[in-house]
Nanobody
Framework: QVQLVESGGGLVQDGGSLRLSCAAS????????MGWYRQAPGKQRELVAA???????NYADSVKGRFTISRDNAKNTVYLQMNSLKPEDTAVYYC????????WGQGTQVTVSS
C-alpha cells in the first residue's frame, strides 16, 4: 500500500508562483510514474504533468512552458513548480503514483486570483 502526502497549495495572484510537493511512502516499486492531475469545479479531472522514474516527462499543453515537474527518487517525492499562474489554473491538485496500481493523494487547493 502506498500513501501520498501533498503540500504547497494556497492562494496566489495572477502571474505568481507556487511549488507543490508530494511525498510517497509504503510499498513503492522502483519503476513507477508520479505526477499531478487537477480538477476545477464542474470540470473533469485532467492530467497536468507526469514524470517516470527515469526522468521522462509529459505535460498538458495548457501548462507547457509554465510548469516544471521533477522528482527525487531517493526521497520518493515529486515536485511541481508552477510559474506564471493564471486564474484558470485554479483547481484541486492531486498527486498520484502509478506502478502496478495507481495511488492518489488527498488533494491540495490552488487558487489564483485575478
Amino acid at each position: 500500500q502506498v500513501q501520498l502526502v501533498e503540500s504547497g497549495g494556497g492562494l496566489v495572484q495572477d502571474g505568481g508562483s507556487l511549488r507543490l510537493s508530494c511525498a510517497a511512502s509504503g510499498s513503492i516499486l522502483s519503476i513507477n510514474t508520479m505526477g499531478w492531475y487537477r480538477q476545477a469545479p464542474g470540470k473533469q479531472r485532467e492530467l497536468v504533468a507526469a514524470i517516470t522514474s527515469t526522468g521522462i516527462t509529459n505535460y498538458a499543453d495548457s501548462v507547457k512552458g509554465r510548469f516544471t515537474i521533477s522528482r527525487d527518487n531517493a526521497k520518493n517525492t515529486v515536485y511541481l513548480q508552477m510559474n506564471s499562474l493564471k486564474p484558470e489554473d485554479t483547481a484541486v491538485y492531486y498527486c498520484y503514483l502509478h506502478s502496478i496500481v495507481r495511488s492518489w493523494g488527498q488533494g491540495t487547493q490552488v487558487t489564483v486570483s485575478s
